[in-house]
């Protein structure tokens, strides 16, 4: 603890991070567009670039290959869910025009109720596991709580992303006139998650 050493690793993660953020928005994109056999394409080629740019990298630089192989996978998975995304859809749109932000505004409402709602939750999982460290268990504790939630929430969610990919791109594609449609969509997804 305390030491510098690693500083520069943990500040080259950031572009992998950012990049990870944008291939989730073109993989939204995608999705919302029903161009699901782009999406399969773009990651198969994103999982081969990542495959043979991690070979590459870890054996010509060892472990210290930790950091590029997370911001070349980050770049490539961006890259090919870019590509894809702008072959059926260009972009069309000045983002700083006064119009474009006027109407993407309740979406950004909903985006910061989303941010919002994952800060909070990682505030409380951070004060469980500080309450868990001071007990007299300490790491052990610890380790259960891990255990537990991987097995409670990482795994159900496993089920969850699998409704989601059918879900999302169904329910975008009914008109936003149509408020009908929309509740009969959306109660059908509330019965089968019930």
Request: proline fraction near 3%; glycine fraction near 8%.
């Amino acid at each position: 603890c305390g030491s510098t050493l690693r500083a520069a690793d943990f500040c080259l993660l950031s572009p992998a991070v950012a990049l990870a953020t944008l291939a989730g928005g073109e993989i939204a994109l995608l999705k919302a567009m029903r161009q699901l056999k782009r999406l399969a394409r773009a990651t198969l080629w994103s999982a081969l670039f990542t495959l043979a740019v991690s070979v590459w990298l870890y054996a010509s630089m060892g472990i210290s290959g930790v950091v590029p192989v997370l911001v070349c996978g980050a770049a490539g998975l961006f890259g090919f869910n870019l590509r894809e995304a702008t072959q059926s859809h260009a972009y069309r749109i000045g983002p700083l025009n006064r119009r474009t932000l006027r109407a993407g505004l309740p979406m950004l409402r909903m985006g910061t109720a989303y941010i919002l709602a994952g800060v909070m939750t990682a505030a409380a999982e951070m004060l469980i596991r500080a309450a868990l460290v001071r007990s007299h268990e300490g790491l052990a504790a610890i380790g259960y709580y891990a255990a537990g939630f991987t097995l409670t929430v990482s795994y159900a969610r496993l089920v969850f992303v699998a409704l989601d990919a059918d879900y999302f791109p169904r329910l975008s594609a009914i008109p936003a006139t149509d408020v009908r449609e929309m509740n009969v969509t959306i109660n059908r997804q509330i019965n089968t998650l019930v």
